[in-house]
């Protein structure tokens, strides 16, 4: 790798220094300040030790001992008046122990996004200097000045926590788009719905849902023999891009045999809702969302809704993780409660299940998470045939108010792929107390599981309120 990095790094120097060496031409008689020569020469810097944190987040950090007595050729020309002075830097030496982070962790090919650098501590810098062939460096005083300048300026860029943040890949290619927030539906009622039953009338019921969303839509209760049906039933829909995304509404003849037919639906941008004010909306039913096909002029009703969106507020997550966290495993109970805390008011509970580690079942290794909840039960996909599963999946639960003093149970199983009388198996369980998700807006911890000799589990539990 180094012929690439010593090309990106002298790169990197010479778009760096062009403005500063600007900032000196016409002074001091000065005409021009250029390279002659700039490579950092054929010896690559060695690795002397590597330590690595352990953390719940999303990323990899390391600390190498990076030691470099490299043999460049960098020469500095000077132009003064009719003359031209050369400075040339010889015998670098660098010891430098940095941070190195790599996040956040992405199913991207090469799998992170950034790389963020800092120093632990002063790097010692070790070189010489020589001007129209003489060493500079040997005038008594000089090279202990010099030694603190750099030390210094490179402190005062780089030095913990200060970072220098090299990004890798395009964010609009890895972003993963979080909730926002909540877009309150209320739909009324429809009115002259097409008549699909024989006997001329229809059992209409509505499916709704988001656009770019892969969760099952929500649905109304079903009208018996009613081409004009009163709904007022209420839903709340999970919103990550109110700019693109918009509200379908479907409306479908129940069948009790067959498949339903689809009387007809229509498409609300999110973008023209102004933020927590309620809009009516009677929308006229259509074939489909291409407006411009012609040969749909039946007329097929209309429906009536009810709109609010919703955003969250910004501080509702009090969170900044720290860089090196330990890794420690997390409590089931206890909480804090710094004097400010989202207590009161709507909200999103979102449950991230990262993975397990350690789970082993008696008669087979088949995982899956259950995420149990206010009566509320969603499960992740089966991982065969492994005792360390990666499932990276995440559930949402709307809720009128915080869940305070409430518990969620997360149970691990696992399961036979052919059926027989113990098809199922626990592989252990916890109960987190949410307290702490309230209070601080955030938890990501590992979880020694209950029932289980070893097994851990990770998990992320966001709130976000309204």
Known sequence: MWPYLDKAVCAMIRRTTQSMFAEYIGKYKIQAIEFEHLTLGTLPPTIHGLKVYET??????MEPAIRWAGNPNIVLVLKLMSLQVTVQLVDLQIFAAP??????LVPT???FANILVSLMERPHVDFGLKILGGDVMS??????????????QVASLYLWPQTLDIPILDSSTVIIKKPVGILHVKVVRAKKLLKADLLGTSDPYVKLNLTGEKLPAKKTTIKKKNLNPEWNENFKLVVKDPESQALQLQVFDWDKVGGHDRLGMQLVPLKVLTPRETKDFTLDLLKHTNISDSRDKKQRG?????LTYVPFREDSIKFSGPLDGNGEMGSVSGRSTPEEAPLSGAGLLSVMVQGAEDVEGKRHHNPYALVLFRGERKRTKTIKKTRDPRWNEEFQFTLDQPPLHELIRIEVMSKRKSFSFRSKESLGHVEINLDDVVYNGRINQKYHLIDSRNGVIHVEIRWSTV
């Open 56 to 61: 719940n987040e999303k990323d990899l950090v």
């Open 99 to 104: 941070r190195v982070a790599l996040k956040p």
């Open 109 to 111: 090919f090469p799998c």
């Open 139 to 152: 005038i008594p005083g000089l090279y202990r000045f010099v030694q603190e300048m750099i030390k210094k």
């Open 302 to 306: 209309q429906i009536v809704v009810e």
